[in-house]
Structures are given as structure tokens and as C-alpha cells.
């Protein structure tokens, strides 16, 4: 393509940032799955501008795995893009990279704009053959002449910078990814926050609390605001979320809303269209108090754990302390740093579980009554959450529990004695999260050091053992939980790589690269489906299975 750009007179932007502190001048391309069978839209976006008035570049795919598709119509490419004026884009162009195809486009208008937006729209469909989970980059090209950014002044910006962007096979059926923005309805691209807690689910709908505080409800499929009467733009709960927003269901099991906790001390009830039936702002109280967990509903009551390493219970109808006296878990922490767990609540057995900084797993009756504190790993927390399997008897309600010692402890719920616990020898590397059931005595855990261990408690006497199933490389730090989807281990890392580990060996490993940043805790909406979210502000929906 001609560098025609730099005679021109060039032009505007609209939109705002994808995150507040992003640096300037920044084209890019976005982590996108893409559904078989169908084009899905792929923006460009442009980053934080200074007064950018025209860009010419090329971009570069692999044609054995996507195809980029012109639209119907003509020119609608740039439809609504923040660069309005003249514009052109070109098809299989001839590439710079063997073997590889490429896309070529140039925009030019007639004032500069220095606010972040959608520059143009391609359409991405898998090639035909592509298999589920493949990746593959869609890049600029390498050619430095390919990428020309200019000013309002016809001069050339050097500062400017292109991000290449990840294109993840979905299936026929599942597929998609959108940036948190887009999700709640913005015409273009406005602020897309960061997510810094998980996802959640009622299995219709896809939760989600962005740092930028809005609630969101999605719709599975293809990540659009849900239906029903919640708000398109989102709910603002009031303060940041670390945990998950948690649906509730009436004694029908009809869906009956959402529960949100923030780091500055406030809890919310959602109602199902989005209005905020109660809030309790427990910082009001107490000075400094935040809450990290995720709630825990049970006995008409909503169950909390703070900040300052506090028990506290709410009634799930008007948000009010219920009356019952707070329980004070564990003294001793710094400040405004939480150094329990999030509760588990029992609900055969009516009860709380809450794991400590103390190394110990602490039981309450459901008016916080302490009714046991069961010792497990002196000087080391647990800040994970128990994994509660409820069982009949004679046999015992098990809890499991990963520790910072990296041990995973087995304990009799009801009794409150230890049953045992799994050690994975001298490289064990703390437990952040929670355990997750494969079946009544089986879990797997994964720990900071990216390692997937499975551990059982059976026999009688009941006796526990383990085993490391796999490592996965640059997995370090992980502390996010795992799911279990059919025998199937899913869970993300701190690289943006999502795990697929079966448990009985039916089918090979996978690692699926969906981008850069950490991943949140998953979500399994429906039967087929999985979604993750990432500490950048993007969501993607994934098949469990080709």
C-alpha cells in the first residue's frame, strides 16, 4: 500500500481506554475465539492516542487455520470506526511472510482525537479443517513500512506501537470472547476495566463484577447483555470485587438474584432485573474493613468473612445483621489483609466452615456459634476454601483443604478430627485455592507452582493418598480453582493459558493460550461450556469438549 497517508489532512477518535494506565499510541488486535462455521467481528482498536489522524498496515494470518472474509457490504469495515474520513481495506494481499496470508487497509481523515475507540472491524472464520483449541497469531508485518501512523500535520508518529492478537478455534457450537466493555452494551469500546475477581453462573446467565464495579449479566453464548430485565450497562455495586457474585434460589429453586461483596466492606442483593433490593455497608462500623472472600447463603442468611478475620451473618431478606454475634476466627493479621477464608456453608449439617491463618479449619453453627476448630498445619494459613463432600452414614462428612505448606488435609467435618492429609514431598508449593470434587472421595488441587495433584480419602478406616497428575510450564502462581467437567480438569493460569487435564487419560492434555494476563476462577454455565475471565478485562466462552 502506498505511504499516501503522510499528504493527507488525518483524523479523530472516540471511546476511552482499555485500561486507565495503558500506554499511549497502542493498535491493537485482542484475544478472540472464534465459533466454526461462522465470521466473527474482529476489532482493531486504538489505545490511547495523541491526536492519531491515519494509520496504513498490514496484517498477517495463517490461512490453514482462519480465514479473513470480506463483508457484504462494501466499506463497512470501518463503519463507526473512530477515524472517519477516507478509508480502504484489501484482501489477500500479497504477504511478507511465506506461506502466510495478509490483509492491508488505510485511514485517513481530517482531524486528530486522543481518545481510545475501534479503528475497523474484520470478519475471522476457522479455516476449513481447523480442529477445536488450536492457536494461532494474527499479527502486524514484520516490514517496518508497513505500519505508518501519522498526525494532524501529516507527521509521522515513531512512538506508535502494534499489539498482535491471538485467534482460539471454538466448535460449531461454542465459541466467543468480548472485552468487558463491549459486553455491557457500549456503542464503541468505552472504558474496559480489569477483572480481578471469577466469574459465577445460574447456569442461563454468566455473572461478572469488572473493576470498574458494574455487575454484569451475559448471555453464555456469545457474551451480549442477558434478557430478562437486567440492565444492558450493568448493575454498580458500590466497590471492587475479589471474589464471586453468588446467585441465590428460593425454596422452588427459582432463581431469585445475586449476592455481591466488595473490598470496601459493602454486601449487596441483586434482584433478578437489576435493581439492588438491600445494601449493608459493614465499613460503616468498622473502620478499614473490606471483604476478598465470596459469601457463602444458607438458613435464610448470607455468610461473610472480612477483612478484620470475622465471621459475620446477614438476613438474605433485608440485608440486617441478623443478630448473631460476629465470630472472631483468627487475631493477629496486618491491617486491612484478610487472613481467612472464604465460608463454605454445610447444608445437610446446617453449618460454616471457614479455613484460617492459624493452619486451622474453624466449624459454627448457623447462629456463628463456635462448635469446633480442628488444627492442621501449625503455622501455616489456609486461605483456601474447604471442599465440603456431605455423605450419609456411616460414613463421615469429609472436608479436604489445601494449606501454604502445600499439604492438602482430609478432616471429618462433624467429629472435627483429622482423617489425614496428602503431602507431595519436599518441593510442595503453597495452596491459594480451593479443591474441587471429581467424585464422594476424590479432589484435585492446584497449587502456586502450577501442579495438578489428585488426592482420595477412602477405605475403611478411611485413609488418604495422593498423586502429582501433571506440571504445567509457566503456571507459577497460579491461585486460581480448578473445575471438573465430566472427568475433565479445567483451570487457568497467570500466563493466560487455560488447562485441559482429563483425569482418566481418555484424551491428550491441552494447553489453549487465550492471551497474556492472569485468568479468574471458571464458570460452567451449561453442558458444554466453560468461561474464564482475565485480569484484563476480557471474558472468554470455551467448549468442554471438540
Given at each position: 500500500?502506498?505511504?499516501?497517508?503522510?499528504?493527507?489532512?488525518?483524523?479523530?477518535?472516540?471511546?476511552?481506554?482499555?485500561?486507565?494506565?495503558?500506554?499511549?499510541?497502542?493498535?491493537?488486535?485482542?484475544?478472540?475465539?472464534?465459533?466454526?462455521?461462522?465470521?466473527?467481528?474482529?476489532?482493531?482498536?486504538?489505545?490511547?492516542?495523541?491526536?492519531?489522524?491515519?494509520?496504513?498496515?498490514?496484517?498477517?494470518?495463517?490461512?490453514?487455520?482462519?480465514?479473513?472474509?470480506?463483508?457484504?457490504?462494501?466499506?463497512?469495515?470501518?463503519?463507526?470506526?473512530?477515524?472517519?474520513?477516507?478509508?480502504?481495506?484489501?484482501?489477500?494481499?500479497?504477504?511478507?511472510?511465506?506461506?502466510?496470508?495478509?490483509?492491508?487497509?488505510?485511514?485517513?481523515?481530517?482531524?486528530?482525537?486522543?481518545?481510545?475507540?475501534?479503528?475497523?472491524?474484520?470478519?475471522?472464520?476457522?479455516?476449513?479443517?481447523?480442529?477445536?483449541?488450536?492457536?494461532?497469531?494474527?499479527?502486524?508485518?514484520?516490514?517496518?513500512?508497513?505500519?505508518?501512523?501519522?498526525?494532524?500535520?501529516?507527521?509521522?508518529?515513531?512512538?506508535?506501537?502494534?499489539?498482535?492478537?491471538?485467534?482460539?478455534?471454538?466448535?460449531?457450537?461454542?465459541?466467543?470472547?468480548?472485552?468487558?466493555?463491549?459486553?455491557?452494551?457500549?456503542?464503541?469500546?468505552?472504558?474496559?476495566?480489569?477483572?480481578?475477581?471469577?466469574?459465577?453462573?445460574?447456569?442461563?446467565?454468566?455473572?461478572?463484577?469488572?473493576?470498574?464495579?458494574?455487575?454484569?449479566?451475559?448471555?453464555?453464548?456469545?457474551?451480549?447483555?442477558?434478557?430478562?430485565?437486567?440492565?444492558?450497562?450493568?448493575?454498580?455495586?458500590?466497590?471492587?470485587?475479589?471474589?464471586?457474585?453468588?446467585?441465590?434460589?428460593?425454596?422452588?429453586?427459582?432463581?431469585?438474584?445475586?449476592?455481591?461483596?466488595t473490598t470496601n466492606g459493602r454486601v449487596l442483593r441483586v434482584n433478578t432485573d437489576g435493581t439492588i433490593k438491600w445494601t449493608q455497608d459493614l465499613a460503616a462500623s468498622t473502620a478499614g474493613l473490606g471483604i476478598t472472600s465470596t459469601p457463602a447463603v444458607g438458613n435464610g442468611k448470607v455468610y461473610v468473612t472480612d477483612s478484620t478475620d470475622t465471621l459475620r451473618s446477614l438476613d438474605l431478606e433485608t440485608g440486617n445483621p441478623t443478630g448473631d454475634t460476629p465470630a472472631q476466627i483468627t487475631t493477629g493479621q496486618a491491617a486491612g489483609t484478610q487472613g481467612v477464608s472464604?465460608?463454605?456453608?454445610?447444608?445437610?449439617?446446617?453449618?460454616?466452615?471457614?479455613?484460617?491463618?492459624?493452619?486451622?479449619?474453624?466449624?459454627?453453627?448457623?447462629?456463628?456459634?463456635?462448635?469446633?476448630?480442628?488444627?492442621?498445619?501449625?503455622?501455616?494459613?489456609?486461605?483456601?476454601?474447604?471442599?465440603?463432600?456431605?455423605?450419609?452414614?456411616?460414613?463421615?462428612?469429609?472436608?479436604?483443604?489445601?494449606?501454604?505448606?502445600?499439604?492438602?488435609?482430609?478432616?471429618?467435618?462433624?467429629?472435627?478430627?483429622?482423617?489425614?492429609?496428602?503431602?507431595?514431598?519436599?518441593?510442595?508449593?503453597?495452596?491459594?485455592?480451593?479443591?474441587?470434587?471429581?467424585?464422594?472421595?476424590?479432589?484435585?488441587?492446584?497449587?502456586?507452582?502450577?501442579?495438578?495433584?489428585?488426592?482420595?480419602?477412602?477405605?475403611?478406616?478411611?485413609?488418604?493418598?495422593?498423586?502429582?497428575?501433571?506440571?504445567?510450564?509457566?503456571?507459577?502462581?497460579?491461585?486460581?480453582?480448578?473445575?471438573?467437567?465430566?472427568?475433565?480438569?479445567?483451570?487457568?493460569?497467570?500466563?493466560?493459558?487455560?488447562?485441559?487435564?482429563?483425569?482418566?487419560?481418555?484424551?491428550?492434555?491441552?494447553?489453549?493460550?487465550?492471551?497474556?494476563?492472569?485468568?479468574?476462577?471458571?464458570?460452567?454455565?451449561?453442558?458444554?461450556?466453560?468461561?474464564?475471565?482475565?485480569?484484563?478485562?476480557?471474558?472468554?466462552?470455551?467448549?468442554?469438549?471438540?
Open positions: 500500500m502506498k505511504r499516501f497517508l503522510l499528504s493527507l489532512l488525518m483524523a479523530g477518535v472516540a471511546g476511552a481506554a482499555l485500561a486507565q494506565t495503558a500506554p499511549q499510541n497502542v493498535f491493537a488486535l485482542g484475544n478472540h475465539v472464534l465459533k466454526q462455521g461462522v465470521d466473527t467481528p474482529i476489532d482493531l482498536i486504538l489505545v490511547n492516542p495523541t491526536k492519531i489522524a491515519g494509520v496504513q498496515a498490514t496484517l498477517v494470518y495463517d490461512p490453514n487455520v482462519v480465514q479473513i472474509n470480506a463483508p457484504a457490504t462494501a466499506g463497512s469495515e470501518l463503519s463507526g470506526g473512530i477515524i472517519q474520513g477516507f478509508g480502504a481495506v484489501n484482501y489477500e494481499v500479497a504477504s511478507p511472510v511465506p506461506g502466510m496470508k495478509a490483509v492491508s487497509f488505510a485511514i485517513a481523515a481530517s482531524a486528530g482525537a486522543s481518545k481510545t475507540g475501534k479503528v475497523l472491524t474484520l470478519l475471522a472464520r476457522p479455516a476449513a479443517g481447523a480442529t477445536t483449541y488450536t492457536t494461532t497469531p494474527l499479527t502486524f508485518s514484520p516490514n517496518p513500512d508497513d505500519f505508518v501512523v501519522s498526525n494532524e500535520t501529516s507527521d509521522p508518529i515513531t512512538t506508535a506501537t502494534a499489539q498482535p492478537g491471538t485467534l482460539i478455534i471454538g466448535s460449531p457450537t461454542v465459541g466467543s470472547s468480548r472485552f468487558l466493555a463491549a459486553s455491557a452494551g457500549a456503542p464503541d469500546v468505552t472504558v474496559n476495566p480489569g477483572i480481578s475477581g471469577s466469574v459465577s453462573t445460574n447456569e442461563n446467565v454468566v455473572f461478572v463484577v469488572g473493576d470498574d464495579q458494574i455487575l454484569r449479566s451475559l448471555v453464555p453464548g456469545d457474551l451480549t447483555p442477558s434478557a430478562g430485565g437486567f440492565p444492558a450497562t450493568g448493575v454498580n455495586v458500590g466497590g471492587a470485587v475479589q471474589g464471586r457474585p453468588v446467585p441465590i434460589y428460593d425454596t422452588a429453586g427459582a432463581f431469585g438474584g445475586v449476592i455481591v461483596a472464604s465460608p463454605s456453608f454445610i447444608g445437610p449439617a446446617a453449618s460454616i466452615v471457614v479455613g484460617g491463618a492459624d493452619g486451622s479449619v474453624h466449624r459454627y453453627q448457623p447462629d456463628l456459634t463456635p462448635q469446633a476448630s480442628i488444627a492442621l498445619s501449625a503455622g501455616s494459613a489456609i486461605t483456601s476454601s474447604p471442599f465440603i463432600f456431605p455423605r450419609t452414614a456411616p460414613d463421615a462428612t469429609l472436608g479436604f483443604v489445601g494449606s501454604q505448606n502445600g499439604h492438602v488435609y482430609v478432616f471429618d467435618v462433624g467429629t472435627g478430627v483429622l482423617v489425614g492429609d496428602y503431602n507431595p514431598g519436599e518441593t510442595a508449593s503453597p495452596i491459594q485455592n480451593s479443591p474441587f470434587g471429581v467424585s464422594a472421595t476424590q479432589v484435585v488441587v492446584v497449587n502456586n507452582a502450577g501442579e495438578l495433584h489428585s488426592v482420595t480419602a477412602s477405605g475403611s478406616p478411611l485413609a488418604v493418598a495422593g498423586s502429582k497428575v501433571a506440571t504445567f510450564s509457566g503456571a507459577a502462581s497460579n491461585n486460581q480453582s480448578p473445575v471438573v467437567i465430566g472427568g475433565n480438569v479445567w483451570f487457568g493460569d497467570t500466563t493466560g493459558t487455560v488447562h485441559f487435564v482429563p483425569i482418566n487419560g481418555s484424551a491428550a492434555a491441552k494447553d489453549i493460550k487465550v492471551g497474556a494476563n492472569p485468568l479468574t476462577s471458571p464458570a460452567v454455565p451449561n453442558s458444554g461450556t466453560i468461561v474464564f475471565a482475565s485480569t484484563d478485562g476480557n471474558i472468554y466462552t470455551l467448549p468442554t469438549g471438540p
